[in-house]
């Protein structure tokens, strides 16, 4: 079954307060958020991203305000990351900026003032001073990496691993692997039909497209 696939932006829904007064406490591990676009596979991820690129992570910081002024409730992250070096571009892709930043998961904050990270099923939080083979792309004219497709990197492998549940199945296919041989993996991943052939047009134009499609 697809993932829901939804108009949303990524992770911006992260910096919206529910409506009322925010929870003591944040759940442990909420179901996979809706994305612009579908992240599961690897046919998903050279159909609808543009890069595959070794990056690093440089700095993070507060973004946008507390969502509860009682003192508790979501804070916002921005991560700016490095790439490395590039492992895998989609034919005609733009190349991604040699450094970039995007929203990424926060943390919670107590009444207390602590911080506490937010971490989701099925995905992998950016550490400062990590890094990571991951999935890179652009979602209105922002560069982000996905949240499913981050695999950390020790000692050349891509050992990957989410912080809690299950991971995804492009995200399960690299895990273990040395990053050359990930990346071979990833190359020799054909696009859908309908999205090479529509190679200039946006992603969630050339998913819209790869549905419509059948998804051949």
């Given at each position: 079954?697809?993932?829901?696939?939804?108009?949303?932006?990524?992770?911006?829904?992260?910096?919206?307060?529910?409506?009322?007064?925010?929870?003591?406490?944040?759940?442990?591990?909420?179901?996979?958020?809706?994305?612009?676009?579908?992240?599961?596979?690897?046919?998903?991820?050279?159909?609808?991203?543009?890069?595959?690129?070794?990056?690093?992570?440089?700095?993070?910081?507060?973004?946008?305000?507390?969502?509860?002024?009682?003192?508790?409730?979501?804070?916002?992250?921005?991560?700016?990351?490095?790439?490395?070096?590039?492992?895998?571009?989609?034919?005609?892709?733009?190349?991604?900026?040699?450094?970039?930043?995007?929203?990424?998961?926060?943390?919670?904050?107590?009444?207390?003032?602590?911080?506490?990270?937010?971490?989701?099923?099925?995905?992998?939080?950016?550490?400062?001073?990590?890094?990571?083979?991951?999935?890179?792309?652009?979602?209105?004219?922002?560069?982000?990496?996905?949240?499913?497709?981050?695999?950390?990197?020790?000692?050349?492998?891509?050992?990957?691993?989410?912080?809690?549940?299950?991971?995804?199945?492009?995200?399960?296919?690299?895990?273990?692997?040395?990053?050359?041989?990930?990346?071979?993996?990833?190359?020799?991943?054909?696009?859908?039909?309908?999205?090479?052939?529509?190679?200039?047009?946006?992603?969630?134009?050339?998913m819209r497209a790869a549905a419509a499609?059948?998804?051949?």
């Amino acid at each position: 079954m697809r993932p829901r696939l939804a108009a949303l932006a990524l992770l911006l829904a992260l910096a919206a307060a529910p409506a009322g007064r925010a929870q003591e406490e944040p759940p442990t591990c909420g179901p996979m958020g809706d994305y612009a676009f579908s992240q599961e596979t690897l046919r998903d991820w050279v159909s609808f991203f543009d890069e595959l690129s070794t990056i690093k992570v440089v700095r993070e910081r507060r973004a946008g305000p507390l969502t509860d002024p009682d003192g508790a409730g979501v804070v916002g992250r921005r991560v700016t990351v490095k790439v490395k070096r590039t492992r895998w571009r989609r034919p005609g892709a733009p190349e991604a900026p040699r450094r970039f930043s995007f929203i990424d998961w926060g943390w919670w904050q107590h009444k207390d003032g602590s911080l506490e990270p937010l971490r989701q099923c099925g995905e992998t939080r950016l550490a400062v001073g990590a890094k990571y083979l991951a999935i890179v792309g652009r979602h209105r004219k922002r560069w982000f990496a996905a949240t499913t497709g981050r695999l950390i990197v020790r000692d050349r492998i891509a050992a990957g691993g989410v912080d809690v549940g299950r991971p995804s199945e492009a995200h399960a296919a690299l895990m273990g692997v040395p990053v050359p041989d990930a990346a071979a993996v990833v190359a020799a991943t054909p696009q859908y039909r309908a999205a090479a052939a529509h190679a200039d047009w946006g992603p969630v134009a050339r998913m819209r497209a790869a549905a419509a499609d059948g998804w051949q």
